[in-house]
Nanobody, 121 residues
Framework: QVQLVESGGGLVQAGGSLRLSCAAS????????LRWYRQAPGKQRDMVAT???????NYADSVKGRFTISRDNAKKTVYLQMNSLRPEDTAVYYC???????????????WGKGTLVTVSS
């Protein structure tokens, strides 16, 4: 199994910055892709940013130029640097990994429990 634990959320004023972290642990064999999603109250969960095993990144249009996803393979950690935050960025942010772990030996999605980001105007 793979466990994902997010941290770094909190309250910030509009225009401010936060850095989220997501640490992966467990009997991990391979992580193909890491993603950040977010879910605002009453809305669906949306993809925010993706980073693949070769370092390719992809972002939702709403965060391009403001958010940066990165990963530290040695630490099995993915980060989301969020700059120029807006009130509409307020949401619970979830970490997602598409990974293989023992003993299942198959790729599947794993989710963290989320961390709340609140941006005040």
């Amino acid at each position: 199994q793979v466990q994902l634990v997010e941290s770094g959320g909190g309250l910030v004023q509009a225009g401010g910055s936060l850095r989220l972290s997501c640490a992966a642990s467990g009997s991990i064999i391979s992580i193909v892709r890491l993603r950040w999603y977010r879910q605002a109250p009453g809305k669906q969960r949306d993809m925010v940013a993706t980073i693949t095993s070769d370092g390719t990144t992809n972002y939702a249009d709403s965060v391009k130029g403001r958010f940066t996803i990165s990963r530290d393979n040695a630490k099995k950690t993915v980060y989301l640097q969020m700059n120029s935050l807006r009130p509409e960025d307020t949401a619970v942010y979830y970490c997602n990994a598409y990974a293989m772990s023992a003993p299942e030996i198959r790729y599947k999605d794993y989710w963290g429990k989320g961390t709340l980001v609140t941006v005040s105007s």
